[in-house]
């Protein structure tokens, strides 16, 4: 499985992005695709994510509520609708693709798209 993400830019306080995550290659029903973030100087963490079978999606608790995860079946595509930015938010955003239902952990993911800045000016 081969991951594309895109979307990320420069963004006011309170704006919306949405980034999108191409995939290529078989996405088994098992699978759950996931986004997370990476802020300069500190680690990789979860943001949410969206099971392939049921699109049954989970975030963190940090977003919950501002940030949507869906997916687009014909064009084996996950987006990250990501509304009300705050400052915090910037980060460098991944999107990965795990062969289990349902995982947060960075370990749990066994396939990485590039990253994509997300820069939120106050």
């Known amino acids: 499985v081969q991951l594309q993400a895109s979307g990320g830019g420069l963004v006011q306080a309170g704006g919306s992005l949405r980034l999108s995550c191409a995939a290529s290659?078989?996405?088994?029903?098992?699978?759950?695709m996931g986004w997370f973030r990476q802020a300069l100087g500190k680690e990789r963490e979860f943001v949410g994510a969206?099971?392939?079978?049921?699109?049954?999606?989970f975030y963190a608790d940090s977003v919950k509520g501002r940030f949507t995860v869906s997916r687009d079946n014909a064009k084996n595509t996950v987006y990250l609708q990501m509304n009300s930015l705050k400052p915090e938010d910037t980060a460098v955003y991944y999107c990965?693709?795990?062969?289990?239902?349902?995982?947060?952990?960075?370990?749990?993911?066994?396939?990485w798209g590039q990253g994509t800045l997300v820069t939120v000016s106050s």
């Open positions: 290659g078989r996405i088994l029903s098992s699978y759950t």
């Open positions: 969206i099971r392939w079978s049921d699109d049954m999606t």
């Open positions: 990965a693709a795990s062969r289990y239902y349902s995982r947060r952990g960075v370990t749990d993911y066994d396939y």
